[in-house]
């Protein structure tokens, strides 16, 4: 069975600071992909960035990026020049290649303060 | 644009009621999906579907029931509200193609006390 490991229940960082998020995962497949969604206050969940686990290269969108360690089994979520509207709960996900369940992590609420 | 919404975004029921949940895309996605989501525990997948009719179980189906007869509408129905079942409700949506990473869409909840 997978399993999803976010360590950080919360966390907070002062704008245009970086944070990082950490998540582990637990596989023995070696076919899978990487999220991590975005959930902010009263608002819908939103895919903020993915990561294909065959790929070296670790996934880029603006100021979101990823560490992708795939021997460690470890998926981070960087977050440069943090700013107010990235307060939200961030979930790391994973699923399994050819199959449609993504089993999610318990989330990091990140607190960005002026 | 994907849109996913959900019929409540809060909802007030009663020990032992009969509650119904309805999900509605406007994207022609085949799988559609039911989480509840709790403090602590993340998102925990309910029931599922890949297509009218057809559903398959998640990881917590128990006091749950779903129902597909369309295919952009996905209903949850808690067929004796207990105490137990209160939590937030999420619709997800995504298109179904082999092989390939296609995000999930969600609708923006519903919050469901059971008093």
């Known amino acids: 069975a997978q399993t999803v490991t976010q360590s950080q229940p919360e966390m907070s960082v002062q704008e245009a600071e970086t944070v990082t998020l950490s998540c582990t995962y637990d596989?023995?497949?070696?076919?899978?992909?990487l999220f991590w969604y975005k959930q902010p206050p009263s608002r819908q969940m939103i895919l903020v960035i993915r990561?294909?686990?065959?790929?070296?290269q670790n996934a880029t969108e603006n100021r979101f990026s990823v560490n992708f360690q795939k021997a460690a089994k470890s998926f981070s979520l960087k977050i440069s020049d943090s700013q107010l509207g990235d307060t939200a709960m961030y979930f790391c996900?994973?699923?399994?290649?050819?199959?449609?369940?993504?089993?999610f992590g318990t989330g990091t609420r990140l607190q960005v303060f002026p | 644009d994907v849109k996913v919404t959900q019929s409540s975004r809060y909802l007030v029921k009663r020990t032992g009621e009969k509650v119904f949940l309805e999900c509605v895309q406007d994207?022609?996605?085949?799988?559609m999906f039911w989480y509840r989501q709790d403090p602590g525990l993340g998102l925990r997948l309910i029931y599922f579907?890949?297509?009218?009719?057809?559903?398959e179980k998640g990881d917590i189906p128990e006091g749950y029931s779903v129902s597909r007869e369309k295919k952009e509408r996905f209903s949850l129905i808690l067929e004796s509200a207990s105490t137990n079942q209160t939590s937030m409700y999420l619709c997800?949506?995504?298109?179904?193609?082999?092989?390939?990473?296609?995000?999930?869409?969600f609708g923006p909840g519903t919050r469901l006390t059971v008093l």
């Open positions: 996900a994973f699923k399994v290649y050819n199959t449609d369940k993504l089993i």
């Open positions: 596989t023995s497949e070696s076919n899978y992909y």
């Open positions: 990561q294909e686990a065959y790929k070296q």
């Open positions: 994207m022609d996605h085949e799988n």
């Open positions: 579907s890949y297509d009218v009719k057809m559903k």
């Open positions: 997800a949506t995504h298109y179904m193609t082999s092989g390939t990473y296609n995000e999930q869409f």
